[in-house]
């Protein structure tokens, strides 16, 4: 079975700072893809960034960055230069060849102006 | 591009009534899942769909909830009857090819209260 687990329920960042938000994941699959998304409070599911498990190089979108560590299952999520429209929810997920998605439960993300 | 259509956008309904939810997936993509989101149980794939085949159904909750997909084009997720812990936001999303590697791209989700 493939858990997620994202242990900040909640975290704050003031305006143009710079935010991690942890999510770690455990599984016996050795092909699978990471993936970030935000959900804004208009409830749409959005794409942030991808990782694919066999590549070491961390995934990089804009001001979005990953730390990906495959021996620890990690794969935190960096955002700098925090803007307002950054405040969302931010969800981890993890997607196995088999077709089998799972997310952790979430981390609120506010940003202070 | 139009992304994918879920309707409705909201469902008050009675308990014991049967609730269909619709969701059209963006055009070309093979894969559709549905999932349910609740405060208590997060985010939780309810099933998932490979050309318009269902490949895994193990996250359906009960046999009171059904989830078809007649063509590349429509899915429907049916609960009857419904009962007031299935009010959930219910997710459809598709993504261009089976998983894991293409990013799934979601509805606006539809808020389903029962009373």
């Known amino acids: 079975a493939q858990t997620v687990t994202q242990s900040q329920p909640e975290m704050s960042v003031q305006e143009a700072e710079t935010v991690t938000l942890s999510c770690t994941y455990d599984?016996?699959?050795?092909?699978?893809?990471l993936f970030w998304y935000k959900q804004p409070p208009s409830r749409q599911m959005i794409l942030v960034i991808r990782q694919e498990a066999y590549k070491q190089q961390n995934a990089t979108e804009n001001r979005f960055s990953v730390n990906f560590q495959k021996a620890a299952k990690s794969f935190s999520l960096k955002i700098s230069d925090s803007q307002l429209g950054d405040a969302a929810m931010y969800f981890c997920?993890?997607?196995?060849?088999?077709?089998?998605?799972?997310f952790g439960d979430g981390t609120t993300l506010t940003v202070k102006p | 591009d139009a992304g994918v259509i879920q309707s409705p956008r909201h469902e008050v309904t009675e308990m014991g009534q049967e609730v269909t939810l619709r969701c059209k997936p963006i055009?070309?993509?093979?894969?559709l899942f549905w999932y349910r989101q609740t405060m208590m149980r997060g985010l939780e794939l309810l099933i998932y769909f490979n050309n318009n085949v269902p490949i895994d159904d193990s996250g359906m909750p009960e046999d009171r909830f059904s989830a078809k997909m007649p063509n590349a084009s429509f899915s429907t997720l049916k609960i009857q009857p419904s009962e007031p812990r299935d009010s959930a936001v219910y997710f459809c999303?598709?993504?261009?090819?089976?998983?894991?590697?293409?990013?799934?791209?979601f509805g606006d989700g539809t808020r389903l209260s029962i009373l």
């Open positions: 055009s070309g993509h093979n894969s």
């Open positions: 999303a598709s993504s261009l090819s089976a998983p894991p590697n293409q990013p799934q791209h």
């Open positions: 599984t016996s699959e050795s092909d699978y893809y």
């Open positions: 997920a993890f997607h196995t060849n088999a077709g089998k998605s799972t």
